[in-house]
């Protein structure tokens, strides 16, 4: 198992998101877990492009300080939203012969529903933790339907395995 920690970047990471500090809470317990199980955790980051405020340089593109990455963690660029879309990581993943990701991160109804709808077509199998994912309201949902929308009624028994804290640090411990 990998667990991909997706766009948990400055510019994102705050207040506005559903359940601000549970998600928070959470991420960090599954970085910790994976890290005590030595399982490996991989960061990617978002990058809109040059003049955005959200791209290389940018303060808002630097990983949030909640959940950074320990001294060795490999860390990829993406500019598109699956992770997919950056063939380091893709061959990366390939070499490792790893089938099974564990997804957490931002924003439920962009990057991270991209990446598990790639992931799910690539063949891994995917699991997500209980509240290790988040968003903001949009013009056509508030943040807590966003949320529900897809960890409960989108992805479930289609594109990955939803399951609790509890159910996600022992599978993680028992890798």
Same mark, same amino acid.
């Not at 509240?131 to 960890?151: L, P, V």
């Given at each position: 198992?990998?667990?991909?920690?997706?766009?948990?970047?400055?510019?994102?990471?705050?207040?506005?998101?559903?359940?601000?500090?549970? @998600?928070? =809470?959470?991420?960090?317990?599954?970085?910790?877990?994976?890290?005590? =199980?030595?399982?490996?955790?991989? *960061?990617?980051?978002?990058? %809109?492009?040059?003049?955005?405020?959200?791209?290389?340089? &940018?303060?808002?593109?630097? !990983?949030?300080?909640?959940?950074?990455?320990?001294?060795?963690?490999?860390?990829?660029?993406? &500019?598109?939203?699956?992770?997919?879309?950056?063939?380091?990581?893709?061959?990366?993943?390939?070499?490792?012969?790893?089938?099974?990701?564990?997804?957490?991160?931002?924003?439920?109804?962009?990057? !991270? &529903?991209?990446?598990?709808?790639? $992931?799910?077509?690539?063949? *891994?199998?995917?699991?997500?933790?209980?509240?290790?994912?988040?968003?903001?309201?949009? %013009?056509?949902? &508030?943040?807590?339907?966003?949320?529900?929308?897809?960890?409960?009624?989108?992805?479930?028994?289609? @594109?990955? %395995?939803?399951?609790?804290?509890?159910?996600?640090?022992?599978?993680?411990? $028992?890798?």
């Amino acid at each position: 198992m990998i667990v991909l920690v997706i766009d948990v970047q400055k510019g994102i990471t705050d207040e506005r998101l559903y359940h601000f500090s549970e @998600f928070i =809470n959470n991420t960090r317990k599954i970085i910790e877990t994976a890290r005590k =199980n030595n399982v490996e955790v991989i *960061y990617v980051q978002h990058d %809109d492009g040059p003049g955005t405020g959200f791209s290389i340089g &940018d303060e808002e593109f630097e !990983i949030a300080e909640q959940v950074m990455p320990a001294e060795g963690e490999r860390r990829y660029i993406k &500019d598109i939203n699956s992770c997919f879309g950056n063939k380091e990581l893709v061959s990366y993943l390939e070499e490792m012969n790893e089938n099974t990701l564990m997804i957490v991160g931002l924003q439920t109804n962009f990057c !991270i &529903d991209a990446t598990i709808k790639s $992931a799910f077509e690539r063949g *891994y199998k995917v699991i997500i933790p209980e509240g290790t994912n988040s968003t903001f309201d949009n %013009d056509y949902m &508030d943040k807590e339907t966003t949320y529900k929308y897809y960890n409960e009624m989108m992805w479930p028994k289609r @594109f990955a %395995d939803c399951v609790s804290m509890e159910d996600a640090v022992a599978l993680l411990s $028992a890798n």
